[in-house]
């Protein structure tokens, strides 16, 4: 495969990429692992011992931290300086994203805000927009909230029924309609609020401010998890929006909502990063004081099986947290010297790498799920009680699988957005998937005789990468515009294209590692465990596929190919677990 | 009036330390590197200070002995809201070198007030301010947990056996503080971050001065015994082990 320095969105499916052309962690410089100890020093200075009260609802003390973080800067990450904040790149927003990500429901307030409540004003905003509202907004000086959903319309956002009519005058929209779940609701002091105008057949933008008539907030709803956070339902009746408030133009919306939901997606998945270290330094703190049978139960192998098993899931899932970053990174130079506007080039940026910020959603949220669920189970009968972390780390990761699009819709993002790009002809993924396709028969897992470590494991990410393509040209032979409606084989296929990127993403992480000399044992452990899992994921998702749309006639020969291209070498997972088990025991924290 | 703070770096308090090879230092692979605790104690009122403009304090100068790999943490002073940064780049063998190290370079750029925190959290030696006051024959104070300016002069309090002192200091002189100083360390801003990066660390080459202690080895504790539970209903196999086997009475 071609080697490409800038991937463009899926490209990854039929490119490789060099090392060198990708951020990892251990990268950050000295400015941005201290942007990152501020923001834990606040949550442990301001955060974490309020929390309790944060739990009961106290809306104005979740308000008041919020704007101390304001008070820090914290909320400028992602503002030009030129708007009150310091203009830092996408991957240092990332960094503060997973770092804040350890707050619990802290960390979705503060996400609000400063994603959906400040950057559509910023991206979208006009000047005046930016300089009356951003300015505030990047400081702390006003809260921000975003208000999409409906009681009718979660999935489906643009069926909303909220509408706006211009006013006989020509000032105002007249606002009227209903919004729920709106983070941040019983505070914030703007609404960015999308609604239809007349008959539009798409949304339009507005910002609202909570002062003005009409706007009514309700109770904050009873949750299962994120309890400190407010959700509140929003009503409008009869709101005199003026009509310098529309953001971007008349029929615009849509475009935002789903801009927005691109960046809230990728910071999704730099947040769970943060939360998921937490609860595996909770997990190992905790095994390594509990005695059971007079011996620690870290010492225990099942134990160490699933200690180990969250560190490779977490790894894994942050290495291409920071691959998509710094590729964004590189998406938004360009596209900022094209069009000299920094907050249109972001979201350009940010856009573009839609496949990318779907597979981040749903793997990092189910990553967390996974590391969330066995702290708990590491804890045994105190992990079931109100007074740990994890428990409440267990019922707050719930939501990431819900909001910023469901899961379920991700998935189907992944495949069909990826699909769009190869077809507006981004990268040829069709061809090449035909060729294969054609020549099943020739299909081998093309071991060479003394291949090293690295050529191994890289070897396998392409032969995944082929077992997509060929799944994806069966599907469209078999299904061809019907295909949108076989959800189940697009589930099959989005799990591989996940699975094999964020191997990839691990593999380029753990080889520069070793370019870079930073060579510790338990990272080759961690890709070894991880590709191992992978080849059976790909494997088994590939096989469901095929057996659900191949003929008989194709089945034996696809199968086979798939058997040849997900064939790897055995490992000793058991000690390769216990391994990487032992270096987190020792350090007693997650320090990988 | 100048503040000077001096600081250490040390391993981040939750660091599991573990001896090189030799067992005379620590092994630092790994290691995350902080500012000593009471230093950052010290440094948050020095700036508490200059940000009360009737304190007269005009500016705060961090200084360190270490080599360049240290910077980091000098670079967090300044970001924390130090104005100006000094290093002596040499490693530091014992507490009467940094000291006199310290004291070279007070006498070069003259300050009225310096802060030492009471020890550093590696060594825990307690030496450096009380020898910087004798290198410079200058007043100090230690055990000092609060300072504030009052008409231009300084008011140090220092916590004694069962209350507190409070005494006024002509300046120049040393304070060396403890926790209470400041309620909590001051955390960097995002904006002195920012500063930080174009703030100047000013280098001096070490004065000639020889050491006076040598690490010959470092020891870990011996790892604690099991703690062992005696019933209540059996006080006399409590005596026959504290008798016996743990050889107390």
């Given at each position: ?279 595996v330094t909770?997990s190992v703190k905790y095994a390594n004081e ?6 620690l139960i870290s010492s225990f192998?099942?134990i160490k099986?699933?200690l180990a098993?969250?560190v ?66 590491i ?199 216990r391994r990487i088990a032992d270096k987190l025991i020792e350090d007693n924290r997650y320090g990988? | ?15 599991k ?233």
């Amino acid at each position: 495969m071609e080697t490409v320095k800038l991937l463009k969105s899926g490209e990854f499916l039929v490119a490789e990429t060099s090392p060198d052309d990708v951020f990892i962690p251990e990268e950050f410089n000295d400015e941005q692992r201290m942007i990152a100890q501020t923001c834990q020093d606040f949550l442990e200075a301001e955060v974490y011992p309020n929390m309790a009260d944060l739990e009961k609802g106290d809306r104005e003390l979740m308000k008041r931290i919020l704007k101390k973080s304001g008070e820090l800067g914290m909320m400028g990450i992602s503002i030009p300086e030129e708007f009150g904040g310091f203009g830092q790149s996408f991957v240092s927003q990332m960094l503060v994203a997973e770092t804040t990500g350890a707050g619990y429901s802290f960390s979705v307030a503060y996400m609000a805000h400063c994603g959906i409540g400040t950057l559509p004003i910023m991206y979208y905003g006009n000047k005046d927009q930016r300089e009356r509202y951003v300015t505030k907004l990047a400081t702390g000086e006003l809260i921000g909230s975003y208000c999409l959903t409906e009681p009718g319309a979660g999935s489906d956002a643009n069926s909303g029924k909220t509408n706006a009519k211009l006013s006989e005058d020509g000032k105002y929209y007249i606002l009227n309609g209903q919004k729920m779940w709106i983070t941040n609701a019983g505070f914030a002091d703007t609404q960015v609020v999308f609604a239809k105008i007349d008959n539009d057949r798409v949304m339009s933008a507005f910002i609202v401010e909570r002062n003005f008539t009409g706007v009514v907030v309700g109770n904050d709803e009873h949750k299962m998890g994120i309890r400190g956070s407010s959700t509140a339902q929003i009503y409008y009746n009869d709101v005199k929006v003026p009509v310098e408030n529309l953001l971007g133009k008349r029929g615009e919306g849509f475009r935002i909502a789903l801009s927005i939901l691109h960046m809230g997606r990728l910071k999704l998945g730099a947040n769970v990063v943060g939360a998921a270290k937490k609860a595996v330094t909770d997990s190992v703190k905790y095994a390594n004081e509990r005695k059971q049978f007079g011996v620690l139960i870290s010492s225990f192998g099942a134990i160490k099986h699933k200690l180990a098993s969250q560190v490779i899931r977490l790894f894994a899932s942050e290495s291409a947290v920071y691959r998509v970053s710094r590729d964004i990174d590189g998406m938004m130079e360009t596209l900022k010297a094209d069009c000299g506007d920094t907050g249109r080039a972001s979201i350009e940026a940010i856009s573009h790498y839609a496949v990318e910020a779907a597979i981040l959603k749903v793997f990092g949220s189910e990553m967390l799920d996974f590391v969330a669920d066995e702290a708990v189970q590491i804890h045994g009968g105190m992990g079931y009680s109100a007074e740990m972390d994890v428990e409440r780390g267990y019922r707050d990761s719930r939501i990431n699988r819900i909001f910023e699009g469901t899961n379920e819709i991700n998935r189907l993002l992944v495949v069909d957005t990826a699909m769009k790009r190869a077809m507006k002809g981004e990268f040829d993924l069709f061809g090449k998937a035909e060729a294969l396709f054609n020549d099943l028969d020739k299909i081998t897992g093309g071991e060479s005789s003394g291949e090293s470590y690295f050529i191994e494991k890289s070897r396998y990410i392409q032969n995944f990468k082929k077992v997509i393509m060929i799944c994806i040209h069966g599907a469209v032979k078999q299904f061809a515009k019907n295909l949108i409606n076989e959800q189940e084989v697009l589930n099959n296929i989005a799990d591989m294209m996940m699975e094999t990127y964020v191997s990839e993403s691990l593999l380029l992480r753990v080889t520069k590692l070793e370019n870079l000399k930073e060579i510790k044992p338990v990272y080759r452990d961690i890709l070894d465990v991880n590709v191992y899992d992978t080849a059976e994921i790909v494997r088994k998702s590939a096989c469901d596929a095929i057996y659900s749309f191949a003929s008989p006639e194709t089945t034996t020969s696809l199968i086979k190919a798939i058997e040849a291209l997900t064939t790897v070498r055995g490992v000793n997972v058991k000690d390769a677990r216990r391994r990487i088990a032992d270096k987190l025991i020792e350090d007693n924290r997650y320090g990988f | 009036m100048k503040i000077l703070v001096c600081i250490s770096n040390v391993p981040d308090t939750t660091t599991k330390i573990k001896l090189a090879e030799g067992n005379s230092t620590i092994d630092t692979a790994g290691i995350q590197w902080v500012i000593n605790p009471w230093d950052e104690l010290s440094l948050t009122r020095a700036l508490e200070l200059r940000d009360d403009a009737a304190s007269g304090i005009k500016s705060v100068t961090v200084a360190h002995v270490g080599p360049a790999s240290s910077e980091p943490v000098i670079r967090k002073a300044l970001a924390i809201g130090a104005d100006e940064a000094i290093r002596v780049n040499a490693n530091s063998p014992d507490a009467y070198y940094v000291a006199a190290q310290l004291a070279e370079v007070i006498k070069k750029e003259q300050f009225d007030i310096i802060l030492c925190g009471i020890e550093s959290s590696d060594y825990n030696g307690s030496l450096v301010g009380g020898m910087i006051s004798e290198f410079l024959g200058i007043p100090s104070a230690s055990g000092v947990s609060g300072i504030k300016i009052e008409n231009g002069t300084a008011v140090v309090t220092r916590d004694i056996d069962g209350g507190k002192e409070i005494l006024e200091m002509p300046v120049p002189f040393v304070a060396v503080v403890q926790k209470g100083i400041a309620k909590e360390p001051k955390i960097a801003a995002m904006r002195g971050i920012m500063l930080a990066r174009t703030k100047q660390i000013k280098v001096y080459e070490p004065s000639a001065v020889e050491p006076l202690t040598n690490i010959s080895v470092l020891e870990k504790p011996a790892p604690r015994s099991a703690c062992r539970f005696i019933d209540a209903e059996n006080p006399g196999q409590l005596i026959d082990l504290l008798r016996n086997e743990a050889k107390v009475i």
